[in-house]
């Protein structure tokens, strides 16, 4: 099956600054990907789907100007948090559809503001 | 707006004993799914389910989509400790958009 490489594993940054997580598809083309926000202990919420070549489009609730995400190849897309604040600590996880297959996800990001 | 109610919350049992976590949806959806997750780490697909009434099995788990395809449910048998997880349903909306359950902790305790 396909294999989703994310990337920082875990990452801990100050309060202002900014935190950029990779997704990348190893071994499938993706024009699509979804980024999801996981508090401990409960599901996973989407945030935003990821096209390539055009703007996402961000769920309800979700600010796109602090969750920036670039989708620049059909194999990578990015998710960067701005200016974060403690409040933004969360597990991030990336995914992407694999028609006839279903969903792959990324190992997820441990972000932590302090 | 699709969604899915996923029952119980918490589950914690003994090695051994029988469980069934429940997922259901007033919502029609094209298929629905089955992930287990560990702690720092992403979902991993269980089972993908897709025709009503359908049931899957994977070894000692079992997996049914109601015939309505708007529920299913995860049967594990004679749970193990390695079996403790969190485990999601998700169902595939529109936009090719997952659709996600709570979730249900699990705890097997040997």
């Known amino acids: 099956g396909a294999v989703v490489s994310q990337h920082p594993s875990w990452v801990i940054c100050k309060s202002g600054t900014s935190v950029k997580i990779e997704c990348r598809s190893l071994d499938f083309q993706a024009t699509t990907m979804f980024w999801y926000r996981q508090f401990p202990k409960q599901s996973l919420m989407l945030m935003a789907t990821s096209n390539e070549g055009s703007k996402a489009t961000y769920e309800q609730g979700v600010e796109k100007d602090k969750f920036l995400i670039n989708h620049a190849s059909l194999t990578l897309s990015t998710l960067t948090v701005t200016s974060a604040h403690p409040e933004d600590s969360s597990f991030y996880i990336c995914s992407f559809p694999m028609p006839g297959y279903g969903y792959t996800f990324g190992s997820g990001t441990r972000l932590t503001v302090v | 707006t699709q969604l899915l109610e996923q029952s119980p919350q918490f589950l914690s049992i003994q090695e051994g004993e029988n469980l069934t976590v429940y997922c259901n949806s007033s919502?029609?959806?094209?298929?629905l799914q089955w992930y287990r997750q560990e702690p720092g780490e992403g979902p991993v697909l269980l089972v993908t389910?897709?025709?009503?009434?359908e049931v899957k099995k994977l070894k000692r788990l079992t997996f049914q989509f109601g015939d309505a395809r708007k529920d299913s449910s995860l049967h594990i048998t004679a749970a193990q400790p390695g079996d403790t997880g969190l485990y999601l349903c998700?169902?595939?909306?529109?936009?090719?958009?997952?659709?996600f359950g709570a979730g249900t902790i699990l705890r097997v305790k040997s």
């Open positions: 389910v897709v025709t009503g009434g």
């Open positions: 919502s029609v959806f094209s298929s």
């Open positions: 998700a169902g595939a909306g529109g936009g090719n958009k997952l659709v």
